[in-house]
C-alpha cells in the first residue's frame, strides 16, 4: 500500500521504510518553535528534566510576536524568561524586538524551514510550513520542551484527505477565499487528525503567499497538517530564502486518502466566516448588511508582502469609513521596510489607517485592537470564536486582505467590486 506525502516524509524521520495510518513513531526533527507566550512553559518543563543542554542550537527558533514589544509587566516577565534561555544555552535563532516578525512569516522568510522536514511548534498554526513540502504541526509546550532536549518527537501518523485544485482563481479570489470555502464545505473538525493534502493545476495559479494562507488555516478545518507539493515556486522561494539543502516527497500513485474533493478555483467567489466559527461562510454576494466598527490586516495568515499589496491597490487614493479603525500589521520587518518602499506604508497612513510593527496582538485579543462590546471586526486573522478579539459579545468577520480593505472604505462587510 502507498504512502501519501506527509507519510513518506514520517516514515524517513523514523527511519522506517514505511508507515501506514495509525502507527506510532518516533520521529527526529529538523526545528522546535515557540514564541513569548508558550516557550516560557516549555522551559521550565525543561528545566526539570536537568538535561544538558538543549539538542542543538541551531534547530530551535524562539520568537516574541504575541505580546510584543511587551504590553505589560506579565508580557515583560515572559520575554525574559525566554531571553534569559537562549543566551544561556547560545540558541541562534532567537528573534526579539527589531529582528522579529511573526513567526509563521518570520522562519520562511530566514530560510529555517524547507521541503521535507519535519517541525514541531508550540502554536497550533505551526502547520504553515506545509506551503514548502514540510511536515509541520502544533504541538503543546510539553511536547515542545521534550524536543528541545531530545530532537524527537512521538507522532500518531495521520491518515489523508486529498484536495485537488483545478482551475484559474479569478481577481480578488486569493487563498484565504480557497481555505475558507473548503472549512465552509467540510467543518471545522472535518479533517480532524489529518493530514489535508493538496495537488492538482490549479496549484501554478496560486503564489507562495496564498500557499503559506492555506496551510495556516489546515488547523482551522481540524487537520494535523496541511502540505502542498514542491513545484518550480516552492523551489524558486527556497533558492531565494535559504541555504540549507532540501528533500522532495511525492506520494504514491497507489497512496490511501480517507476522502478526496475536486475543486474549481475559477467557481468560487470572495468569502467571508462569519461569527462564531470559521465553518460559518458566506460568498460576498450573500453577506447582507453589515455594518463593522474595525478592520485588521495582518497575523501570521495574510501579513505578508502580497496581502499588503492588494489591501494597498483598493485603499490608495481613498478614505476609510468614518469611525472605522483600520489597522494594517506587516508580519515581518522586511515586510515592513518591502512594504515602505513599495509605497504601501503612505498608502494606508493616507486612507486613515494605522501601520503597527509586526505582532500577534489583536488576533488573539492581546492588544492593539481589542474589541468592546457590540463591536464588529473584519479581520484576515485565522480565528473568531467567541471573545477571541475581545468582549464576548464582539464578533469577528474572517476575511482577505482584498474585502477587509474595501470593507474599511465602506464601513460595512464589502466586495472589493464596490469600492
Avoid at 103 to 121: C, M
Avoid at 260 to 283: C, G, Q, R, W
Wanted: hydrophobic share 40%; glycine share 10%; aromatic share 6%.
Amino acid at each position: 500500500m502507498g504512502m501519501t506525502m506527509t507519510q513518506k516524509i514520517l516514515a524517513a524521520h523514523a527511519g522506517l521504510e514505511s508507515v501506514t495510518a495509525g502507527q506510532l513513531i518516533e520521529a527526529d526533527l529538523d526545528l522546535v518553535l515557540g514564541n513569548d507566550i508558550t516557550s516560557p512553559v516549555a522551559i521550565h518543563e525543561i528545566e526539570k528534566m536537568k538535561t544538558e543542554g538543549v539538542f542543538h542550537k541551531d534547530k530551535i527558533a524562539l520568537v516574541m510576536d504575541h505580546f510584543v514589544p511587551n504590553k505589560d509587566i506579565k508580557s515583560a516577565e515572559h520575554c525574559k524568561c525566554v531571553r534569559e534561555f537562549a543566551c544561556k544555552h547560545e540558541i541562534t535563532n532567537y528573534f526579539d524586538v527589531g529582528e522579529m516578525g511573526i513567526e509563521h512569516a518570520l522562519l520562511p522568510e530566514k530560510g529555517l524551514t524547507v521541503a521535507g522536514d519535519v517541525i514541531i511548534g508550540a502554536d497550533s498554526h505551526t502547520c504553515t510550513y506545509g506551503a514548502l513540502g514540510a511536515f509541520s504541526t502544533g504541538v503543546g509546550s510539553t511536547d515542545m520542551a521534550a524536543g528541545m532536549a531530545t530532537g524527537k518527537a512521538w507522532f500518531k501518523v495521520p491518515s489523508a484527505i486529498k484536495f485537488n485544485l483545478i482551475g484559474k482563481p479569478s481577481k480578488w479570489v486569493s487563498g484565504k477565499d480557497i481555505i475558507l470555502h473548503i472549512i465552509g464545505m467540510i467543518g471545522v473538525d472535518g479533517a480532524l487528525y489529518k493530514s489535508m493534502e493538496f495537488v492538482g493545476e490549479g496549484i501554478q495559479h496560486l503564489s507562495m503567499d496564498d500557499r503559506f494562507t492555506i496551510a495556516n488555516m489546515a488547523i482551522e478545518g481540524g487537520g494535523k497538517n496541511g502540505i502542498f507539493p514542491v513545484d518550480e515556486t516552492c523551489q524558486a522561494y527556497m533558492k531565494e530564502h535559504s541555504m540549507r539543502p532540501y528533500k522532495v516527497y511525492e506520494a504514491d500513485s497507489d497512496a490511501v486518502y480517507d476522502e478526496e474533493y475536486t475543486i474549481d478555483l475559477s467557481a468560487l467567489k470572495p468569502t467571508v466566516a462569519f461569527p462564531h466559527l470559521p465553518e460559518n461562510t458566506k460568498t460576498i454576494d450573500q453577506v447582507g448588511e453589515i455594518k463593522i466598527d474595525q478592520v485588521v490586516i495582518g497575523s501570521c495568515t495574510n501579513g505578508r508582502f502580497e496581502d499588503l499589496r492588494i489591501a494597498a491597490e483598493i485603499l490608495k487614493g481613498k478614505k476609510v469609513k468614518k469611525g472605522v479603525r483600520t489597522i494594517v500589521i506587516p508580519a515581518t520587518q522586511k515586510i515592513y521596510l518591502d512594504a515602505m518602499e513599495a509605497g504601501f506604508i503612505r498608502a494606508f497612513i493616507e486612507a486613515g489607517a494605522i501601520v503597527s510593527t509586526p505582532t500577534c496582538g489583536p488576533c488573539l485579543g492581546g492588544y492593539m485592537g481589542i474589541l468592546a462590546e457590540g463591536e464588529r471586526c473584519v479581520s484576515t486573522t485565522n480565528r473568531n470564536f467567541v471573545g477571541r478579539m475581545g468582549h464576548v459579545k464582539s464578533e469577528i468577520y474572517l476575511a482577505s486582505p482584498a474585502v477587509a480593505a474595501a470593507s474599511a472604505i465602506t464601513g460595512k462587510v464589502s466586495s472589493p467590486d464596490e469600492v
